[in-house]
């Protein structure tokens, strides 16, 4: 007497969930289609051990939860038999089938569709086995083939295409349509303003934007999500069509294939030259921080440094003879320069100059011209609360006006289920409106509260901080700080550094207005990295 499992599937949670779907309607058929067989062969042909339902999963491969427990069964022989209405609701794939059958073909194991009554043990059932096998594919690959096209026509009209709606629009009645929300627009225009203007770096940018509550639609930014925000297309009021081909040869793929960026039907959230520079910036960040991991040092000041001939030293490292590695700046191999300088150790030079430019970051001009721009940007970002406040208020008229007219369509209503559906309609639109006062009230906040003047100590103490912790910035940060203020670096024949800055009279040193001359480094020539050359005195002791 056979051990019977009965394996039911529908690809899709709207089916699984109805009272009379799919789902209800396949158990019915094998039950009723074992009840015939157990009345023909005398109650002795079989009996259902066990029923094995999966809701809301496609058939292309055997990764199913019902799947995998009906299969840890046939192995374990808790059943014998799997009865399916029609071969596609086990598997739609034709490779797949075959290996299953191949597997289980010494075990003793039946494979029985009630409706197309396949008979595997003979040569024509196995034959119409592999028919209806190729129509089931030729049918799942004619559907994948139909949704592609469908979504490449609707992106070649401009039409949204689902998926998460980005921050600054919104859905509207019409399908495949966006909205850019004008409130939403206003902060989206002050975040990257933010960026451009005040932070330069995502994190710092995510700090401030929600410190001034602009928040997204799910909560507070972090930096993966505003990267993924600012190079959005839809944000650009643009939509892609094949873009897991966007980095790849264009001549060498088929017309069907190749990237396109084409023009939405809707308007940009933000001016799209903004949102090319802030994207570049991201570029740019990106590449400054994929410094080779390997490196032992940094290098922070390769391409600044020259000698006394004005021939550039790069960065490099050897091995002394105890094994130990040392860094070092040199003269490259393409250059033959007679200045004598060999090898110049990292820690020595780069000692000099960092504390020269802790130094030179606390000049008081400095400090008074940034303490100005700052308290100028602070005021040039804030947003206009009036219009965004006006905004939502307009949006509130809107939802009260909908919401008299469902008031009238209630009492017009005939029946209590159209009662019911108004009654709902209501209900989120009321919510709608709440939701939007909140807003408004938060914008009026935000109004009063208008930003503290940055003061010159606030400036000092941030400067300070900032030339304290340099060694645990990012290096693109550093490296960043270092080009902004140094213009060139020089080793003179007497082993001091004249250290050269791109703003001197902001800076505010004394001396040559351009350079500024640091202690002494002693000999920079040491034999194989190691510091075991003859070295001259060093009259300024660190």
């Known amino acids: 007497m056979r051990k019977i499992g009965v394996i039911v599937r529908v690809s899709t949670d709207e089916q699984a969930l109805r009272e009379e779907g799919s789902i209800k309607n396949q158990l019915i058929a094998c039950r009723r289609y074992v009840d015939e067989q157990n009345a023909l062969h005398g109650g002795r042909w079989g009996v259902i051990v066990d029923e094995y339902v999966d809701d809301g999963f496609s058939g292309k491969s055997l990764d199913r939860p019902a799947m995998k427990r009906a299969l840890a069964d046939l192995n374990s022989g808790k059943i014998d038999t799997l009865v399916f209405t029609a071969l596609d609701r086990v598997l739609r794939n034709k490779t797949g089938w075959y290996r299953l059958l191949e597997y289980y073909k010494d075990r003793g194991v039946q494979f029985i569709s009630t409706r197309q009554k396949i008979d595997l043990s003979s040569a024509i059932g196995r034959a119409m086995f592999g028919l209806v096998l190729e129509f089931g594919q030729f049918e799942r690959e004619q559907t994948v083939e139909r949704v592609v096209h469908s979504i490449r026509e609707r992106k070649r009209r401009g039409l949204y295409n689902g998926g998460p709606i980005p921050f600054g629009l919104e859905a509207t009645e019409k399908k495949g349509h966006l909205l850019v929300n004008p409130t939403k627009q206003a902060i989206a225009n002050s975040i990257i303003d933010a960026l451009l203007n005040e932070s330069d770096c995502l ?21 993966q999500a505003l990267a993924h925000w600012i190079r959005n297309p839809h944000v650009a ?12 040869d264009q001549s060498q793929l088929p017309d069907a294939e190749k990237y396109q960026l084409l023009d939405a039907m809707w308007e940009p959230v933000i001016e799209r030259k903004k949102l090319e520079t802030a994207r570049k910036l991201l570029d740019e960040n990106y590449r400054k921080l994929k410094v080779s991991t390997w490196q032992d040092h940094e290098y922070l000041l390769t391409n600044l440094i020259v000698c006394h001939q004005g021939n550039p030293l790069t960065g490099g490292s050897g091995r002394g003879r105890s094994g130990q590695k ?11 320069c007679s200045c004598g300088i060999g090898r110049v150790p990292t820690a020595k030079i780069e000692q000099h100059i960092f504390r020269e430019l802790k130094r030179l970051l606390k000049a008081p001009k400095l400090v008074a011209q940034l303490c100005d721009e700052a308290n100028k940007k602070a005021l040039s970002t804030q947003p206009n609360y009036d219009e965004m406040i006006r905004s939502e208020k307009k949006r509130i008229d809107s939802v009260t006006n909908q919401l008299d007219k469902i008031k009238d369509e209630i009492l017009a209503a005939n029946s209590p289920e159209e009662k019911q559906m108004w009654r709902d309609k209501a209900f989120r639109l009321q919510s709608d409106r709440t939701n939007i006062e909140k807003q408004i009230i938060h914008f009026e906040n935000l109004k009063r509260s208008k930003p503290e003047p940055v ?6 103490n941030a400067l300070s901080k900032l ?6 910035m990012p290096v693109a940060a550093r490296l960043r700080l270092i080009k902004g203020v140094i213009a060139g670096i020089r080793i003179n024949k007497d082993y001091t550094l004249t250290m050269q800055v791109k703003n001197p009279d902001l800076l505010d040193f004394k001396g040559d207005s351009h350079s500024v001359i640091t202690g002494a480094m002693g000999s920079p020539t040491y034999k194989n990295g190691s510091e075991g050359g003859i070295k001259k005195p060093d ?4």
């Open 203 to 223: 994190k710092s940018t995510c700090k401030i934007i929600n410190g001034r509550g602009w928040f997204r639609d799910c909560g507070p930014w972090n930096f």
């Open 237 to 248: 009021g643009q939509v892609e069509i094949n873009a897991k081909n966007k980095n790849k």
């Open 326 to 336: 040392y860094a070092y700046y040199k003269h490259p191999h393409r250059i033959k």
């Open 455 to 460: 003061s010159h100590s606030a400036i000092l």
């Open 467 to 472: 030339s304290d912790g340099f060694k645990g």
């Open 539 to 542: 009259p300024f002791k660190m």
